[in-house]
């Protein structure tokens, strides 16, 4: 996704009344210097039952639900 595409998903985010992240259990825990949003911005993650204590406690942190979907 190009810059183009990323400012039109910052739009829709930015407008949402709810945000939902769906993500792999093994994107938790791994670091890039590019970021989307906050976390406190999400609602809730939906991902797989292999995430890790360390990823539910950052979650956990942040008031977002977790909806394990397997």
């Known amino acids: 996704m190009g810059y183009e595409g ?10 949402a009344k709810e945000t ?3 993500a ?3 994107k938790f825990n ?7 949003a ?3 911005r999400v ?3 939906i991902t797989d039952s292999n995430i890790n ?3 539910m406690s950052l979650l956990k942190r942040h008031n977002v639900q977790v909806i394990i979907a397997d």
């Open 6 to 15: 990323v400012y039109r998903a910052w739009d829709v985010f930015e407008v």
């Open 30 to 36: 791994t670091y890039d210097l590019n970021s989307f």
């Open 38 to 40: 906050s976390l406190s």
């Open 20 to 22: 939902y992240l769906l």
């Open 24 to 26: 792999d259990s093994s």
């Open 53 to 55: 204590a360390e990823g």
């Open 43 to 45: 609602k809730a993650v």
